[in-house]
């Protein structure tokens, strides 16, 4: 999964039938220091996430694998959103070999 | 998925069997800013886009997942077409943060 | 899929015993005006392409979705050959956008 | 595969219901000098890693092979703990063309 | 499928239980020229393939459709050995465009 942060919302009336109700999220891939980056993807929100919140995308058949998402021409899931992200060990070891 | 525009469309007679009747469209990948980028697919059309139009692209199995294009050997299919992209929250933030 | 051109071929003896018989092509990548990029693909021959040819190849599970791929160790197939390539909306937008 | 670093966990209460239990590890990938890369995933623990393992990392469908990721949303999962990783031809090779 | 040399291999004994028994090759991506780039992958061996041999290697979910790796938590696999890899177009092409 990628981590990314939820920044806006896409409409469209003519879709797949199946796509019917379903939320599509514009979602900005994150960097370790939750800097956004420039890349973006549209996904399907399978949880409830809503606009600059932080959460974890699955691509590809996973994306299928949600009730939400079952048999449907996604690519591109939120399913999860993040409460904490631990790197203390980068921090650490930036600390270590930092000059 | 990705944000795309129609910008032009294959032709082809020596192909699989199956994909007789199937539209192929030349599509550009967009930016945030809805610029074009230099990278683009080719995609099987499901929902009737005509050029010019933005577009979602679902691609790898997920682009199977549709009546046209089930079991058919295609990686890229335009599953709907966009009324609104909504990213004011990303607005926001570079009004935030402009120097 | 993407634009490529056919450039040659890859000969292997010891090989997955379901590829007996199956021709292997490389595949060098187009951009839109037909220009070989550097990257390139070996992709299973499921149409009859020669080299030189200019072709369609679909990647991923999608390319085992020909009768010559099913069920094959594959992820590449050229799955059609490319007759004509219309971007004439391109060309307009440069023309337009020329300075 | 590719080759990473377990470098961090990520926590989320709300979650695909499929997940509740999955160790969420932010993995970082490395070069074959071992070096960290920039990029990261957040993939699924299925072997009891740790922080500052080595380990391998598998993508897409094949990452919901393991008894703890089946049918779940995830697109990456730690399958294997790194003990060895013998690239002495590479070595052997830069000894050689070395100027 | 992409074209890799044989350059080292991975030893793991934490491993998901599925893959005792499996040979872990690091493979080296080549360009046209057969010289290594900077990218690499580690795959089950389905062929007999020694270091120093150009291989092809397929992805994704096409990498478990071999005998040893059908359902496997791998998303790599060398399934053929390269005997003789003819680009003479290419070299054709570049003789006449040099300049």
Request: proline share 0%; net charge negative.
């Given at each position: 999964m990628f981590l990314g942060?939820?920044?806006?919302?896409?409409?469209?009336?003519?879709k797949d039938e199946n796509l019917v109700g379903s939320k599509l999220l514009i979602i900005r891939q994150l960097d370790?220091?939750?800097?956004?980056?420039?890349?973006?993807?549209?996904?399907?929100d399978s949880v409830g996430a809503g606009e600059g919140?932080?959460?974890?995308?699955?691509?590809?058949?996973s994306a299928r694998q949600t009730n939400i998402t079952r048999n449907k021409p996604v690519?591109?899931?939120v399913m999860a959103i993040v409460d904490k992200f631990d790197i203390s060990l980068k921090k650490k070891l930036?600390?270590?070999?930092?000059?």
């Open positions: 942060k939820v920044i806006g919302t896409v409409w469209s009336t003519k370790l220091d939750l800097k956004e980056k420039q890349s973006f993807v549209v996904a399907v919140e932080i959460v974890l995308v699955a691509t590809g058949s690519d591109a899931v930036e600390a270590e070999t930092n000059n």
